[in-house]
T-cell receptor, first 112, second 115 residues
Framework: GNSVTQMEGPVTLSEEAFLTINCTYT??????LFWYVQYPGEGLQLLLK?????DKGSNKGFEATYRKETTSFHLEKGSVQVSDSAVYFC???????????FGKGTMLLVSP | EAQVTQNPRYLITVTGKKLTVTCSQN?????MSWYRQDPGLGLRQIYY???????DKGDVPEGYKVSRKEKRNFPLILESPSPNQTSLYFC??????????????FGPGTRLTVT
């Protein structure tokens, strides 16, 4: 079956530091890949997505590239802000349908 | 404003007392889904619905029921809640089940405690 593996958190960074959150996946076929973000006390919001190999999703300074050869979709940001503190979820959908498989989430804590 | 709403936001109940968590979306979305979020386990899908009167089990359906009588509503029913159903529940919707590239919109969550 499908699965998503994310690095364990929390990830603790100082403001303006570089961020990487690793995500690898297992899926049959060619999934679409997503990063969702959950701010404290809120539901999940889509951060970015990529639907085919070598696609780069980007939003709000965050980027992730769909790497089929390494089955990875690592999230990066060049300079984090305190307001980026949240839980980040990597997810995939397979066979062209909406059902998502999520990773366990990675908490990011950014201090001033 | 396009949104998914859930009620109640917080609920404390006792074992065996039937409850319903409502979910409603105002975006005319075909696809709706329920997830539970537990520490260390991430989000796991309970049930989903591809359209009115069409529902199917997700990864953890035991102890839950759903119905989809109208396109906008997708209530989650716990006929006889047990303490292992204490969790944070999210409803989500998406334009169509038949494509994987549409964004899923999530509700604000319902924190359920079963004692």
């Amino acid at each position: 079956g499908n699965s998503v593996t994310q690095m364990e958190g929390p990830v603790t960074l100082s403001e303006e530091a570089f961020l990487t959150i690793n995500c690898t996946y297992t899926a049959t076929g060619y999934p679409s890949l997503f990063w969702y973000v959950q701010y404290p006390g809120e539901g999940l919001q889509l951060l970015l997505k990529a639907t085919k190999a070598d696609d780069k999703g980007s939003n709000k300074g965050f980027e992730a590239t769909y790497r089929k050869e390494t089955t990875s979709f690592h999230l990066e940001k060049g300079s984090v802000q305190v307001s980026d503190s949240a839980v980040y979820f990597c997810a995939l959908s397979d066979k062209g349908y909406s059902t998502l498989t999520f990773g366990k989430g990675t908490m990011l804590l950014v201090s001033p | 404003e396009a949104q998914v709403t859930q009620n109640p936001r917080y609920l404390i109940t006792v074992t065996g007392k039937k409850l319903t968590v409502t979910c409603s979306q105002n975006m005319n979305h075909e696809y709706m889904s329920w997830y539970r979020q537990d520490p260390g386990l991430g989000l796991r899908q309970i049930y989903y619905s591809m359209n009115v009167e069409v529902t199917d089990k997700g990864d953890v359906p035991e102890g839950y029921k759903v119905s989809r009588k109208e396109k906008r509503n997708f209530p989650l029913i716990l006929e006889s809640p047990s303490p292992n159903q204490t969790s944070l529940y999210f409803c989500a919707s998406s334009l169509s089940f038949r494509t994987d590239s549409y964004e899923q919109y999530f509700g604000p969550g319902t924190r359920l405690t079963v004692t």
